[in-house]
């Protein structure tokens, strides 16, 4: 399992980035994958995290919810995480992590990971 994110960058806040993460090695369409975050000094946190299945098993941290939008593309086998209106306490290296089934959403029953991109909102 191999798990690659980009599209971090440096942005002002109120601004817009897409972040990618391409995977291989699995079925990308058949498996619970997430963002996860993690700024210096705090515990990594969850994102979003769909089970990309299908079946509406879609979850936004409440600090997210209506600024991030998660979505997949089969083809390209990559998730995709739309982070509108950013805002200072947005900046963290952002993760993407996948496992089997969605039952739970807590970074510890991830046990696969990308190498992380940064995004930084000033």
């Known amino acids: 399992v191999q798990l690659v994110e980009s599209g971090g960058d440096s942005v002002q806040a109120g601004g817009t980035l897409r972040l990618s993460c391409v995977g291989s090695?699995?079925?990308?369409?058949?498996?619970?994958m997430g963002w996860f975050r993690q700024s210096a000094g705090k515990e990594r946190e969850g994102v979003a995290v769909?089970?990309?299945?299908?079946?509406?098993?879609?979850h936004y941290a409440d600090s997210v919810k209506g600024r991030f939008t998660v979505s997949q593309d089969d083809v390209e086998k990559t998730l995709y995480l739309q982070m509108n209106s950013l805002k200072a306490e947005d900046t963290a290296m952002y993760y993407c992590?996948?496992?089997?089934?969605?039952?739970?959403?807590?970074?510890?029953?991830?046990?696969?990971w990308g190498q992380g991109t940064q995004v930084t909102v000033s």
């Open positions: 992590a996948t496992r089997r089934y969605c039952t739970s959403i807590s970074p510890a029953a991830f046990g696969n």
């Open positions: 090695g699995f079925r990308t369409e058949y498996n619970c």
């Open positions: 769909i089970y990309t299945g299908g079946g509406g098993n879609l």
